[in-house]
């Protein structure tokens, strides 16, 4: 129904493609998936961590012709040695000029990258954040506040943050009522999309069912940049199909 796709303009600028070439493409595919597929998609321009914060200053300002293209910035890449406070000046001129804000936190790298993350750069959603369970106090802030967590459990497996889906920790963070999604990261390098996510960790956690489903999907739903009108008849939707799985149960 809706996608918020990341994309990393630097690996493409890097070998002399001009931004407004990416940035006019992949705009124009979303166009494409809504005419031809009814699926909404949005573009959130990243940068790469292992870079530096001028090299993503001046990505942000070579991409600002194209302001209306995209929605939001995030942090992306090699996590370990690379905290968000790094990024501090690029996400605040994104913060002035209206961008959502969102980065890649607590997957790799520890907790206090996720805190960083809130505190330093002001992100409204954390990419992955499952590592925040080493520290139950920040469990405690983001469950408070609602801060939604992108988790990409294929990634998260690929990366040996857990040695096999049957280890993921997605039951936990669920059971600690954080606001949990999941998503695919890279599908052509981590080998799935949002299906082949959504099945390969229902398929190895037995103890999740329908109930955990929903949540995750709804989370997603609520966790978007959409209009409201837009998430309320999505999520209207999704209670509508498990309403009637439940009662085709019965």
Same mark, same amino acid.
């Given at each position: 129904m809706h996608a918020e796709i990341f994309f990393d303009p630097q690996t493409h600028t890097a070998r002399g493609v001009d931004i407004g070439i990416v940035i006019r493409g992949l705009h124009h595919a979303c166009q494409r998936a809504h005419a031809e597929l009814r699926i909404s998609a949005s573009l959130i321009l990243c940068f790469l961590r292992h870079l530096s914060e001028d090299d993503a200053l001046a990505t942000l300002e070579s991409a600002l012709p194209y302001r209306h293209q995209f929605i939001g910035v995030g942090l992306d890449s090699s996590e370990r040695g690379h905290p968000p406070e790094k990024f501090k000046h690029v996400f605040e001129r994104a913060g002035a000029l209206g961008l959502h804000r969102v980065a890649h936190?607590?997957?790799?790298?520890?907790?206090?990258?996720?805190?960083?993350?809130?505190d330093v750069l002001q992100v409204e959603r954390i990419d992955h954040g499952v590592r925040c369970l080493e520290s139950p106090a920040l469990v405690r802030r983001l469950a408070d506040a609602r801060v939604p967590l992108t988790v990409c459990p294929l990634s998260?497996?690929?990366?040996?943050?857990?040695?096999?889906?049957?280890?993921? /920790? &997605?039951? +936990?963070?669920? *059971? #600690?009522?954080?606001?949990?999604m999941l998503n695919s990261d890279d599908p052509a390098y981590f080998g799935g999309y949002l299906n082949e /996510? &959504?099945? +390969?960790?229902? *398929? #190895?956690?037995?103890?999740l069912g329908a109930r955990q489903a929903y949540a995750v999907l709804r989370n997603g739903f609520e966790a978007s940049f959409a209009a409201q009108a837009a998430k309320s008849e999505w999520m209207n939707g999704l209670d509508r199909a498990f309403q009637q799985a439940a009662t085709a149960a019965r």
């Open positions: 936190a607590g997957e790799e790298g520890p907790p206090a990258y996720i805190e960083g993350a809130l998260n497996v690929k990366l040996r943050v857990f040695p096999t889906m049957a280890q993921h /920790n &997605l039951p +936990a963070l669920l *059971e #600690a009522g954080l606001c949990v /996510n &959504l099945i +390969a960790t229902f *398929e #190895a956690l037995p103890q």
